[in-house]
């Protein structure tokens, strides 16, 4: 009993910052700026009075926008949807001859109830539909027409979180987990195979039986990255230099297609890299892209077929830019883009752009297996 007492007076104890200082910083400001434009624009629209009397509520969702903008109380819909349709209920009862008291518990009812519903809760909206039911007397003259000022505000506040946000590099609204398969298979990715699956996420979520205050994509994401984090401490500190191939294969832009398919093909390679005079990193061509730019003859394939392609050089036809890493690029996230990515090999630059090395599928199987070996029991 006295430690469950204890345990009790500990969860009063403030929990730990996760977001550092500069993201504090970073929201005051764009709070700071939406709500000076809201002041200045809505003293010219709607008059003093009622501007100050909307401003509370309009402070609570810009804290919500720019402090906390994965919460699905921050999203788009829920600000512009909830606090309309809250404003709408808080009128609607205001203007029905209830007593106060009646209204206002009556009030918080049907929002929470139709903002669940409407899959648009943002709690600054029930703040509003309580100033439509027991405000001002000018409150009430306005009926209906408290809407214009509530719409006017949540888009003026959703157009500078739109800007300021994304421009703060906080993409905003959270945009959606991408779920393409490229191999157009209903197959999860190869690097959720042995993961959590949707539906596993979606019952612990029942489980846990409350509201959370976080996006289930963003949940997701968090998950995933907690993985890779534990990945990648008990793979240790396994980078691209320890694995890349350094003897490699290159061409120029200049180079004709015939001699890219001669070294591919001598060197059982699937892709070659497309370098600059400098050895810059410019470009990349694989066997596929090589085989859909020329027309076969019927029977067997052969390098004579390819003379339709003479005078092509890989400039043409090489796929750019390229997606590459760096020598500390750790395993853990060249899994990720050798597989799920549906990449077969990786450029390896250094801080100048210069290619260094190559990473294929097999080097990473390789890797993994001697890694596995490593530890196994004695």
């Known amino acids: ?59 609570a969702s810009a804290v919500l926008v720019f402090a906390a903008s994965s919460s699905p109380f921050a999203q788009p819909w829920s600000v512009l949807g909830g606090n309309l349709v809250a404003t709408l209920i808080g009128i609607s009862l205001g203007l029905g001859g209830l007593p106060p008291m009646v209204a206002t518990a009556l009030c918080v009812c049907l929002v929470l109830g139709c903002l669940f519903g409407l899959r648009c809760l943002h ?88 509201y959370v205050d976080v996006t289930r994509d963003d949940l997701e ?49 699937r892709c070659l890299p497309v370098v600059g005079r400098g050895r810059e990193l410019v470009g990349i061509v694989t066997l596929v892209d090589l085989l859909k730019h020329f027309h076969p003859r019927p029977g067997r394939l052969s390098f004579g077929q390819l003379r339709f392609l003479r005078g092509t050089k890989l400039r043409a036809i090489m796929s750019a830019p390229v997606i590459s890493v760096t020598a500390d690029t750790h395993m853990v996230e060249l899994v990720y883009l050798l597989s799920d990515r549906g990449l077969h090999c990786l450029p390896v630059v250094d801080q100048q752009g210069l290619l260094v090395g190559m990473i294929t599928q097999t080097d990473l199987i390789a890797a993994l297996y001697r890694n596995w070996l490593k530890h196994l029991p004695d």
């Open 123 to 210: 709690p600054p909206g029930v703040a509003l539909a309580l100033v439509a039911v027991v405000g001002s007397p000018e409150i009430h003259r306005l009926g209906y027409g408290l809407l214009y000022p509530v719409a006017f505000n949540s888009l003026l506040l959703l157009a500078v979180a739109l800007l300021y946000n994304n421009l703060t590099r906080h993409a905003y609204p959270k945009p959606r987990l991408p779920r393409e398969n490229l191999h157009h298979t209903r197959d999860p990715l190869p690097g959720e195979r042995m993961s959590f699956s949707p539906d596993d996420l979606d019952r612990a979520l029942r489980d846990f039986g409350e």
């Open 1 to 59: 009993m006295h430690d469950n007492l204890i345990d009790w007076f500990r969860s009063f104890v403030p929990a730990p910052l996760n977001a550092p200082p500069k993201e504090w910083i970073r929201a005051a400001i764009g709070i700071a700026i939406v709500m000076l434009l809201t002041l200045c624009s809505g003293f010219g629209l709607f008059g003093v009075n009622l501007t100050l009397q909307l401003i509370a509520p309009a402070g």
């Open 221 to 269: 994401r968090l998950l995933k990255q907690t993985e890779k984090h534990a990945l990648r401490r008990s793979m240790g500190e396994i980078t691209a230099a320890d694995i890349m191939s350094r003897d490699l294969h290159w061409h120029t832009p200049d180079t004709f297609i015939g001699e890219a398919w001669q070294t591919l093909q001598r060197h059982r390679l």
